[in-house]
């Protein structure tokens, strides 16, 4: 069973993803369609066609799966571009085809195989094994039926014997899989010389008039976007417990309460000898186990000292004898009740467990404890508050519910009624915090509170009509169940494009990082020249750092950039230094290399390296396939798909 979950991962992917989200309808369509004869089609698969609803449902499902995943950090701009759009009617292109050659083909699952991939779903195995009850649960909580579940997997394995035997059977060729590993440990022993920026901006002059033809000529650089500042409450656990006294009597009471959690009662530090029996021994075996234990028992009482070396010599248990035995403080279960009644010293007879017979000696004893009050005062006041806040939490939660909308245009009756602090933050965007520099009135929110307004979801309260055209307070955004919102713009700046006078120290600094970088790079070019004619200069050579040995695998830390040119570069004529330039942010590096060495690599390694590469095969050739597949079944993109991938309303297709 194991084995054929490793060889058809790419259905267990699938079954997780019935699991979690409705799988996209792929039955009933041609019914659908003579039902909905107007609604536009996007594509065609052998005559077939996929219709804007099931793109519109597929689009849903997968929304709702990613809100499933990022909760609050879900933003609906991810989910809502061309790209996405265009990938999810590939997809649903794709499973159409699949779906056709499975029935074509008259591909099917055995009774005994569907058996074996539902049993093998986690989210319906109790303690690793299949459940019945579990699995109507969550069928049931998915809105499923057994029935129709197993139907619909039936045909999604039967659709992965379509590509499964296509990508198990890829296998990259060996000369590649050994000019890749070759490439990869190749060792060079480089060293270079840097050309920072940073040391030629004293240098560079910058005229206002340089500054104000800049402005002139890339103000659409410059444009500031739509951005609101906004007033916000923030209740959280802060807030909730912000004031909240502790009485001496609650604390005194509470310690009373809880006296077991800060007592600590007495252990034994234990060293046992085992003699091990086997699950399935014969009554004789454990007779003679047992006999065995009894002579090591008469030994150790006899001679206390002497537990150690022999548990080292005759305990086969492995994991202690080498340390004479010793257990620790943890005492494995079975014992328990034996080592309770044993001192400081003292060694027990035979004591059988499931493991087989134990002699046991108790090395060290602390009695128990209880911790005073006094060294669990502020442990007890943190929880005392915490208890009393989330009470009080869920009281402020639905006491600001009710005033965010008692009073729609001001939250300062809110924060009065909750002592909560009204707080200001500017710069918000419909896509995010502008940086500061950018803001043009107010203060940009920073800190924590920058992650509070750089949620999508307040955003996207922010920027609905009726609190950024209306002004009105917005509901409660709900950000963690610990954590609450609510907002209101203040007001908006258009987007704009600000005056010189506001930028010109930003314009400055920009034109003294573009110039000092130019100088940086041209010194290093330079340079290079220098180095790369018949002759090397002297100097120029000079400046290099200690040498390093790089490879694709062990970077040292290297750009990038440098160690692509490193590696790129071809080793120097009898057996002399080649060097490169490359950009590296503002600053230029030179890299002079010196030697190149083969690595060497491991058996297990290219075994891995060639799994790899042959799943990389698997993949292009499964994409082959369904490119041969379309060709043959004549798949047709349609007009109306245009408008679907640019977001364009069913309606509108229509």
Do not use: C
């Not at 033809?213 to 209740?235: C, F, H, I, T």
């Amino acid at each position: 069973m194991f084995e054929f979950f490793r060889t058809h991962n790419r259905w267990m992917q699938f079954i997780l993803m019935i699991l979690i989200v409705p799988s996209f309808a792929l039955v009933g369509i041609q019914g659908y369609e003579s039902f909905m004869h107007r609604e536009p089609k996007l594509a065609e698969v052998d005559g077939q066609a996929i219709l804007r609803s099931e793109f519109d449902a597929a689009h849903r499902n997968q929304v709702e799966q990613l809100q499933a995943s990022l909760g609050s950090q879900f933003d609906p701009a991810m989910v809502d571009t061309p790209a996405f759009r265009h990938k999810l009617l590939d997809d649903l292109i794709n499973r159409h085809l699949l779906a056709l050659v499975a029935t074509k083909a008259h591909f099917s699952v055995s009774d005994g195989m569907l058996r074996d991939t539902i049993a093998a779903i986690p989210q319906v195995q109790d303690n690793g094994r299949f459940s019945p009850e579990r699995y109507r649960q969550v069928l049931a909580a998915q809105g499923l039926t057994p029935a129709g579940f197993e139907a619909n997997l039936r045909g999604q394995l039967s659709v992965g014997l379509v590509l499964d035997p296509v990508s198990a059977s890829a296998s990259a060729p060996a000369s590649m899989v050994d000019s890749i590993a070759a490439t990869l440990t190749q060792q060079r022993v480089i060293a270079l010389r840097d050309f920072k920026a940073a040391d030629y901006r004293a240098k560079v002059q910058v005229s206002q008039q340089d500054i104000q033809n800049w402005y002139d000529a890339n103000k659409q650089q410059l444009s500031v976007p739509e951005q609101v500042r906004a007033q916000y409450l923030v209740l959280d656990e802060a807030a909730a417990t912000q004031g909240i006294q502790v009485k001496d009597s609650d604390i005194e009471s509470y310690y009373k309460q809880n006296i077991a959690r800060f007592s600590q009662p007495e252990r034994r530090r234990i060293s046992h000898i085992l003699i091990a029996v086997p699950a399935k021994a014969t009554d004789e075996q454990r007779k003679a186990a047992r006999a065995r234990a009894q002579e090591l028992a008469v030994q150790a009482q006899a001679n206390p000292g002497g537990f150690a070396d022999l548990a080292k010599k005759f305990s086969q248990d492995a994991g202690s004898a080498l340390q004479g035995g010793d257990l620790g403080w943890n005492v494995p279960p079975g014992l328990d009740k034996a080592v309770a009644t044993l001192s400081k010293g003292q060694i027990s007879g035979v004591v059988e467990s499931p493991a087989g017979f134990h002699i046991i000696k108790v090395t060290d004893f602390q009695p128990s404890v209880v911790k005073p009050l006094a060294a669990v005062h502020d442990q007890i006041v943190g929880e005392i508050r915490k208890q009393l806040a989330a009470t009080r939490f869920s009281d402020m939660a639905t006491q600001l519910t009710k005033l965010v909308y008692d009073q729609r245009d001001s939250l300062q009756p809110a924060a009065d009624a909750l002592g909560i602090k009204l707080r200001t933050g500017a710069g918000i965007t419909r896509a995010g915090l502008l940086p500061a520099a950018q803001v043009g009135a107010g203060a940009a929110a920073g800190g924590p509170d920058a992650v509070l307004l750089d949620n999508p979801r307040v955003r996207q309260a922010l920027f609905s009509p009726e609190v950024l055209r209306d002004k009105n307070n917005s509901g409660v955004i709900e950000l963690s169940p610990d954590t609450m919102l609510a907002v209101r713009v203040m007001d908006m700046t258009a987007a704009h494009v600000p005056a010189l006078a506001d930028v010109q120290n930003v314009i400055r600094d920009r034109l003294v990082t573009e110039r000092a970088a130019a100088a940086a790079r041209q010194a290093g070019e330079d340079a290079l020249k220098a180095l790369q004619g018949p002759t090397p200069d002297a100097n120029a050579a000079a400046g290099f750092g200690n040498t390093v040995t790089v490879s694709r695998q062990s970077t040292q830390g290297l750009q990038r950039a440098v160690l692509e040119a490193a590696m790129r570069l071809a080793p120097g004529p009898n057996g002399k230094p080649a060097y490169e330039g490359v950009s590296v942010g503002s600053d230029y590096t030179l890299v002079r290399l010196d030697s190149v060495q083969a690595g060497k690599v491991s058996d297990a390694d290219r075994a891995g390296l060639a799994a790899q590469l042959s799943s990389a095969w698997g993949q292009a050739e499964d994409g082959a396939v369904l490119q041969t597949l379309r060709q043959k079944y004549g798949v047709k993109v349609l007009p109306d798909a245009e408008k679907a991938i640019k977001g364009d309303s069913a309606n509108d297709a229509s």
